[in-house]
């Protein structure tokens, strides 16, 4: 036999036992020093045990542990578009958190269609995924109550239903703190790109938006609300829409950076200057917005605090009642975009 194919061999049948063997303590102990999801320890006998598993060319059989656990360590992550920066800081901030417990998260897109949710989920369950996460819900969308009755493991993350397992930001908060932003700036006159309806964290902002003003005694006028997608031409579109009106708004307030990003785009197209004739603030926080010409005032989504939350409820980790939904506190980040009303 060829000396390499033999030691090829000779490798893929080192088992745990051999390695407890060679050094000498139980396998149980070999089990959990090279356990991966665990502590990693740093005695003499851990020290050892690594040395041996190494020179007898001992790699883990991951599937064999699955299979023990009756688990495959792997997580279903749904999201609209990687597209959209939001959704893949989101996945990314999940992939990171999976790696650091053992897991391997897996990502399917939909482009926010009901329908290819469904089909996104049927896939990744059938690849024995431990449980998903998602990104999609909405509230005309009964989605996550299927997967409920089916006593299918999952969590939503970004956007809630309001009953199931949701690590979501305080959008109602951040959605407050962007208006009392420019309210203390002097603006009175504030338009909000609004997003869609369906989603809670849009209308977690809008939310937010008319508790600000109805505090400043700002009545809130109904021409200032433009809906739109999460999208930069969307924002684009709503900003347009906005400057057209009798009573210009003397500042804009986008839900999420692309539609800020795009609403930047269509103001400086028409020869409004930002923050010289209007103010403008976004949410997120996004990487390009703190780059561009006029760097972007937003507010910034904890989104590695969203993930672990996400993963520990998937886990099990649900408590009761208003622990269900675990909401984290968005940061707002002044830049130049904002400015006081002239």
């Excluded at 020179?55 to 059989?61: F, I």
Aim: net charge neutral; aromatic share 4%; with cysteine.
């Amino acid at each position: 036999m060829d000396s390499k194919v033999n030691e090829d061999f000779r490798q893929s049948r080192v088992t745990i036992h051999s390695v407890a063997a060679a050094a000498g303590v139980s396998k149980s102990t070999v089990s959990r020093i090279l356990d991966e999801r665990l502590p990693r320890s740093d005695n003499e006998t851990a020290r050892r045990v690594r040395k041996v598993a190494e020179e007898l060319g001992y790699v883990r059989d991951v599937s064999a542990a699955s299979l023990r656990r009756g688990s495959t360590m792997t997580v279903g992550v749904i999201v609209p578009r990687l597209t959209d920066t939001v959704m893949a800081m989101l996945y990314e901030a999940l992939a990171k958190a999976c790696a650091r417990s053992g897991r391997f998260a897996i990502v399917a897109t939909t482009d926010d269609k009901p329908k290819a949710d469904r089909l996104a989920a049927e896939s990744l369950l059938k690849r024995g995924v431990d449980g998903l996460i998602l990104s999609t819900a909405r509230e005309d969308d009964d989605f996550p109550d299927e997967l409920a009755r089916r006593g299918v493991p999952y969590v939503l993350a970004l956007r809630t239903d309001g009953h199931s397992l949701s690590s979501v930001g305080d959008d109602r908060l951040g959605g407050y703190l962007a208006t009392r932003h420019l309210l203390d700036l002097g603006h009175r006159r504030i338009g909000i790109i609004a997003g869609p309806n369906y989603a809670s964290s849009s209308r977690g902002r809008l939310d937010g938006y008319r508790q600000a003003l109805g505090e400043a005694g700002v009545t809130v006028n109904p021409s200032y609300i433009v809906p739109s997608t999460f999208g930069i031409e969307s924002g684009a579109e709503a900003a347009g829409k906005l400057i057209q009106l009798d009573a210009r708004p003397t500042a804009l307030f986008a839900v999420n950076d692309n539609t800020a990003i795009g609403a930047l785009s269509e103001l400086t197209k028409r020869g409004l200057s930002v923050p010289q004739d209007i103010s403008l603030i976004g949410y997120n926080d996004i990487p390009i917005v703190s780059h561009l010409s006029t760097p972007l005032t937003t507010l910034r989504v904890p989104f590695d605090q969203i993930a672990s939350n996400a993963l520990d409820l998937l886990a099990g980790d649900n408590g009761s009642g208003d622990d269900r939904i675990r909401i984290s506190a968005p940061t707002l980040i002044p830049r130049k975009s904002t400015a006081p009303a002239a």
